[in-house]
């Protein structure tokens, strides 16, 4: 038997991790610029969160969670996603003091047992952030708006932001007794999943895919016609600070995401080029989740974005990535590779990227080799260079070549890849 991946769970090879990497370091940076900690969670949970949180009634729960029992008999679950975990820790740590708000990112895997598909995965990768403490709808808009400014920062133009608002523990109750009713009179029309649901949480019902479900909630009661007047007041506010922004949306009244923990403002992020599976990154409020698992009353905003469906838009962007640069030493000989290689420990510890063959090989050769390492620089150096000590630059990008002496080679590739000076 030939052994494989399990099905789902993938390797991310060295071409693909780059891009991760690039994506990862843009995220970083530009959440970081708005204050975001970063926070590092556990991939096991137990079973009690992802139940009490997520709902179960949603498929997650029901159908798409790794669980099992471990060997003192607990119920442990595999993260689904990213918020629960990031709210037990809230509570866990107190990592808030009263007033304070605290903003958090973070990078990691996430498992459902899903059917894979292009772009989704049973493990697959989500970078995330929350927000506790705040409920104004500037907390909001500031979110939508630098979300926005990370996918234009990683090189993916052309996201739609589609929005919408859940209401509160006040208005939305009023809301749902109207859908059910709705839905009660049409439960033929739906699918097994929506009949079983309609009488514990009819919403679920909006979220289906199936056809004849999304022709029924097509001429539903829309839940904007059902928000209080904070909840209208607060959707207005986040709309009109993104219009100001000059961030583009689109509000989806049927919007209602596949958590049951969501209050007020709703969104995703869609992609043309991801064809059916199009959601790249998605969130919402959701002030009632910290109280209902053991905190204290506490306001709160999040989102996730997929990781593969990101890297494949950056992968085919225009402003993908650059190659990993640095350089790559061409010795042409035993002799040049024996000089060569404390040259390349010289150069690793100084930070920079340098790739050594210890295979003798023609120059035709190494250069090729050289390009698909996707190097900046080739330091060529063979019997007439050692000789002399010194070696040949040569520029992949230009073509352009100059001669080295190879005690200059460190403050020089300082220099040129990482633009400072020796002292």
Not at 142 to 166: C, D, P, Q, W, Y
Not at 326 to 340: F, K, N, Q, S, Y
Request: with cysteine; proline share 4%; net charge neutral.
């Amino acid at each position: 038997m030939k052994i494989a991946a399990i099905k789902g769970f993938n390797d991310i090879l060295p071409e693909q991790a780059a891009v991760w990497r690039h994506i990862e370091s843009v995220f970083h940076r530009v959440l970081g610029a708005w204050g975001y900690g970063e926070i590092r969670l556990p991939l096991l949970e137990y079973t009690e969160l992802f139940a009490r949180s997520i709902g179960g009634e949603t498929d997650i729960v029901e159908k798409e969670m790794y669980t099992f029992s471990d060997r003192s008999g607990r119920s442990l679950t595999l993260r689904p996603e990213g918020t629960a975990s990031m709210v037990r820790a809230w509570v866990q740590h107190t990592l808030g003091a009263p007033a304070e708000v605290g903003k958090f990112r973070y990078v990691g895997p996430m498992f459902r047992y899903e059917r894979p598909q292009k772009g989704r995965y049973r493990q697959f990768y989500q970078l995330g952030a929350e927000v506790f403490g705040d409920e104004s709808f500037y907390q909001d808009a500031e979110m939508l708006i630098m979300l926005a400014r990370f996918f234009h920062e990683v090189g993916v133009e052309g996201t739609k932001l589609h929005l919408n608002s859940l209401g509160c523990q006040a208005c939305r109750p009023h809301y749902r007794d109207e859908l059910q009713h709705f839905l009660a009179d049409r439960v033929d029309r739906l699918c097994d999943d929506c009949r079983r649901r309609v009488p514990q949480n009819p919403l679920r019902a909006l979220d289906c895919k199936q056809p004849a479900c999304r022709e029924v909630v097509a001429v539903a009661p829309r839940i904007l016609d059902y928000l209080d007047a904070p909840c209208r007041e607060h959707f207005a506010g986040v709309t009109r600070l993104l219009t100001a922004a000059g961030v583009e949306y689109e509000i989806d009244q049927f919007m209602v995401r596949g958590l049951d923990y969501y209050s007020r403002t709703t969104f995703e992020f869609l992609a043309g080029e991801l064809g059916a599976q199009n959601a790249v990154g998605a969130g919402g409020r959701y002030d009632n989740l910290v109280a209902e698992l053991g905190g204290r009353e506490t306001p709160a905003i999040g989102f996730a974005v997929g990781m593969e469906r990101l890297a494949m838009l950056v992968a085919t962007a225009a402003g993908a990535p650059p190659t990993e640069g640095g350089v790559a030493l061409t010795a042409l000989g035993a002799p040049a590779i024996e000089r060569l290689f404390p040259l390349q420990q010289e150069l690793c510890a100084a930070g920079i990227r340098a790739l050594l063959n210890y295979r003798e090989k023609s120059l035709k050769s190494l250069l090729k080799k050289a390009d698909r390492d996707g190097v900046r620089y080739v330091l060529i150096v063979g019997d007439q260079e050692l000789e002399r000590e010194e070696a040949t630059l040569r520029d992949m990008s230009t073509g352009e070549q100059r001669t080295v002496l190879l005690t200059e080679v460190v403050p020089t590739m300082r220099r040129m890849i990482h633009g400072r000076q020796d002292n």
